[in-house]
C-alpha cells in the first residue's frame, strides 16, 4: 500500500467518523460521487482543490488529513518492517 492508498483510508475514516455515506461527502464537497470512491480506494490522486473541499465538507484542517495519512502509512511501514526481521545497517564508518 503507498501513500496514495492511505491518503484514501484516512479520507474513508474522517467521511465514516462523520456518519457520511459517499455520496453525501461528494454533494457537500461539490464533487462527483465517483471520485470520492475512487480517491477511497487509492485509483486517483485528488487534486488540491478537491483535496480542500473534502476537508471542508468533513469540517476538518487539510493537515490532519495528511497527518491520518502519514500515520497510517508509517503503521504499514513498521509491521512490513518488522515481519521482515531484518538486521540493522551498520555505519561503514563501525569498527
Do not use: W
Not at 49 to 58: F, G, Q, T
Amino acid at each position: 500500500m503507498d501513500r496514495v492508498h492511505c491518503f484514501g483510508q484516512a479520507v474513508r475514516k474522517f467521511r465514516q467518523a462523520n456518519s457520511l455515506s459517499q455520496e453525501k461527502l461528494a454533494e457537500l464537497a461539490g464533487l462527483h460521487r465517483n471520485l470520492i470512491g475512487l480517491v477511497e480506494r487509492g485509483k486517483v490522486s485528488a487534486s488540491v482543490e478537491s483535496i480542500y473541499s473534502i476537508c471542508d465538507a468533513l469540517g476538518i484542517k487539510a493537515t490532519d488529513l495528511f497527518n491520518e495519512a502519514e500515520e497510517l502509512f508509517n503503521a504499514l511501514q513498521t509491521a512490513l518492517t518488522g515481519s521482515r526481521r531484518t538486521q540493522p545497517r551498520r555505519s561503514k564508518l563501525e569498527l
